[in-house]
């Protein structure tokens, strides 16, 4: 089984900065590509960023400039720093990760965190 945590969401003013992690364990074989995604309360869950596993990276057009995505592969993590927040930032934000997981035979699959709320005040 494949677990995925997020944490370090919370209360932060407008302008204010939060850093999210998101770290897998379990039957990991290789992680391929890990993003950020979010969502609001009666809308569609969307993509804010992505990274490949070689770090190619890719941001959605309304946070591009303030959020920056990384990996660290050797701790199975992903981060998401986040500058500059504002009102519609907030959200419960999910990472996800593609991979490749246990018990053999095995499997290349999406696996999902749970959700970290964020709250931007104005």
């Known amino acids: 089984q494949v677990q995925l945590v997020e944490s370090g969401g919370g209360l932060v003013q407008a302008g204010g900065s939060l850093r999210l992690s998101c770290v897998a364990s379990?039957?990991?074989?290789?992680?391929?590509?890990m993003a950020w995604y979010r969502q609001t309360p009666g809308n569609q869950r969307d993509l804010v960023a992505h990274?490949?596993?070689?770090?190619?990276?890719n941001y959605a057009d309304s946070v591009k400039g303030r959020f920056t995505i990384s990996r660290d592969n050797a701790k199975n993590t992903v981060y998401l720093q986040m500058n500059s927040l504002k009102p519609e930032d907030t959200a419960v934000y999910y990472c996800?990760?593609?991979?490749?997981?246990?018990?053999?035979?095995?499997?290349?699959?999406?696996?999902w965190g749970k959700g970290t709320l964020v709250t931007v005040s104005s």
């Open positions: 996800q990760m593609n991979i490749l997981a246990g018990p053999f035979p095995l499997r290349t699959m999406d696996f």
């Open positions: 379990g039957s990991i074989f290789g992680i391929n590509t």
């Open positions: 990274i490949i596993k070689e770090g190619t990276t």
